[in-house]
């Protein structure tokens, strides 16, 4: 294709910020129209970003026929609904995370998707960082010997503010809170290291605010252990993580980071959306971090792998082809959802939730 028309579906921030700069980043993407509930916004959305077209009506959007692909930016309630019809239609489809409501609509996204032929990707945004895919290159290369240990955690929020909620502190738009929001990331992130978790055990928590205030009813804070296991020089590494997000916290100081430790020793990255990254080795017996160079860019305060992202959603479909272990299909989005899931499973448990994969939906 010579040219890629992208419809973007929800006009909010995080479209400024992402979809809309991401995709006209691209030689080969034009952003052709937008779409919103409320009618009058989507309009005044389209006009102060120069996008030709608005409706407030999905089905308008498909009959208009101004679009090969559309992108989803919108509360995870309206996933399902949004991508099947776009599906039906033929339309190529960007997610955001998480890609549905539960792992039964998520199942049938990727199902449907597969049958129809069409490009399909959810919002996994690391897996575009410089530093987690050189990370990849340099644990795979024995740098840090056999892994053994993943840590992770987020900070996505501020204090306690009771005087308003988010969409995302109400079951009846979010997946789970902070769970779904920064929980998708993380189980993507493991998967795309090594491989999808197989066991978890989590500890979800809602903070009631003072008394006469407005309560949510999804997750502020989320600990989570978990297994997986890859093969690694020949043999199973089997490989414990330990993930904590929360939206209720303010730590002092950049404290997004991963962690992979491994029998010689660790590497650490930040969990950006690209700007401010680095790479660093603390070798075994060393008591100083060591940064790895990456490419210039990979400093600079720019949302890098956010473009990155859209840039591979306009290069998949201008191929025929998605890039094999690295863009994030709906199999990946729906593999995390399971994980969620096993998450919320295991918190009204108190057990750990063994995870059982549906291989039928894992391409040839």
Known sequence: MDRVRVAIIGPGGFAQVCHIPGLRSHSKAEVSAVCGRDAARSAAFARSQNIPASFHNIADLLDAEICDAIAIATPDSSHFDMAMAAIARGKHVFCEKPLAMNAQQSAAMAKAASAAGVVNMVAFTFRYMQALQEMKRLIFAGLIGKPYHINMQVYWGDLLAPESLSWREQASYSAAGIWGDAG???????????????????????????????????????????????????????????????????????????????????????????????????????????????????????PRALFSMMRAFVDAIASGTMRKGLDASFIDGHNAQLALEAGIESTRSGKSKKIAYDLSLCPA
């Open 184 to 302: 998708a990331h993380l189980f993507d992130a493991v998967s795309y290291l090594f491989a999808p978790v197989q066991e978890v055990f989590a500890q979800l928590d809602l903070v009631q605010r003072e008394a006469g205030c407005l309560q949510p009813d999804t997750s502020d804070l989320a600990n989570c252990l978990a297994k997986t296991q890859c093969l690694f020089e020949d043999e199973q590494a089997k490989i414990s993580v330990m993930m904590q997000a929360s939206r209720v916290s303010k730590p002092r100081g950049p404290v997004h980071e991963l962690q992979v430790l491994g029998s010689k020793g660790a590497l650490g990255m930040p969990l950006t959306r690209g700007n401010n990254e680095y790479l660093a080795l603390l070798a075994t017996g060393s008591e100083r971090w060591e940064d790895f160079p990456l490419a210039p860019e990979a400093y600079s305060d720019e």
